[in-house]
């Protein structure tokens, strides 16, 4: 059974896992936490953690995934968090992308840098890596 949690791509891993017919055997549910009060009050993520590194860093992607696998009935939970642009956000470019998978063995994290391409396809490569990654993980 599957959870998201995302930040930068609003909703869209959950989007695209619920586009497959049947989908409701495996996906529980998705939470879409933008705001840093969403993140705090929905998915328990410290607010001094949010103070210190930020929404997009990697405790708060990986609070983020435990917080959707403790609050849901899923064995596996996902978390995206980054900076979809355009342009930069403080010191963090545009296209920097925090994953972070949940599961009762633990939390991964994983950054990875689209860079510079603009915010639609920063969102759609965001998407498309957290589910190879759930694939990946789903598969072995």
């Given at each position: 059974m599957l959870a998201?949690?995302?930040?930068?791509?609003?909703?869209?891993?959950a989007a695209s896992l619920t586009d497959v017919a049947g989908s409701s055997a495996v996906f529980d549910r998705g939470f879409v936490?933008?705001?840093?009060?969403s993140k705090i009050e929905t998915l328990n993520v410290s607010e001094e953690m949010l103070a210190e590194y930020g929404a997009v860093s990697e405790p708060v992607a990986r609070q983020m995934a435990f917080g959707a696998?403790?609050?849901s009935?899923?064995?596996l939970a996902i978390a995206v968090t980054g900076v979809a642009g355009p342009g930069a956000d403080g010191d963090k470019a545009e296209g920097l992308v925090w994953f972070a998978l949940a599961s009762a063995r633990g939390v991964e994290a994983r950054e990875v840098n689209f860079g510079a391409?603009?915010?639609?396809?920063v969102r759609m490569a965001t998407v498309e890596t957290a589910l190879n990654w759930l694939s990946d993980k789903i598969s072995g």
């Open positions: 998201t949690a995302e930040s930068c791509t609003g909703g869209m891993i936490t933008y705001s840093y009060p696998l403790s609050t009935n899923a064995d391409i603009g915010r639609d396809k």
